[in-house]
């Protein structure tokens, strides 16, 4: 399989492109979205996934779509995975195209 995207958290993403950016604490961003706090700072230190609610909230308050945080969190699951099943899944063989 072919990495394109680096393994990347959407934690990191909140926490690099809009908390530090709009000098906002974990804390801060948890109040405007209505949820306890220990969430979105783990979230923000890479500790757990953005479940579909966290998505629907921060698209809703950062002007992006559920899609984008949802689609990050999906990726970073995936190569987390492969990783760990690598040499799992190279025992797999692949079905004959010619078939």
């Known amino acids: 399989m072919t990495h394109i995207?680096?393994?990347?958290?959407p934690g990191e993403i909140l926490r690099e492109e809009y908390l530090r950016p709009l000098?906002?604490?974990a804390g801060a961003l948890?109040?405007?979205l209505n949820v306890p706090r220990?969430?979105?700072?783990?979230?923000?230190a890479e500790q757990t996934p953005?479940?579909?609610d966290t998505a629907l909230r921060?698209?809703?308050?950062?002007?992006?779509?559920p899609e984008f945080?949802?689609?990050?969190?999906i990726s970073f699951n995936l190569k987390t995975e492969e990783i760990a099943l690598r040499r799992e899944l190279e025992l797999i063989p692949e079905i004959d195209r010619a078939a």
Do not use: D, F, G
């Open 5 to 9: 995207l680096p393994h990347v958290h």
């Open 23 to 25: 000098n906002m604490s």
């Open 30 to 32: 948890a109040k405007k």
């Open 38 to 44: 220990t969430r979105i700072e783990r979230i923000a």
């Open 50 to 52: 953005i479940t579909t």
């Open 58 to 65: 921060l698209a809703k308050y950062l002007r992006t779509t």
């Open 69 to 73: 945080w949802m689609n990050m969190q």
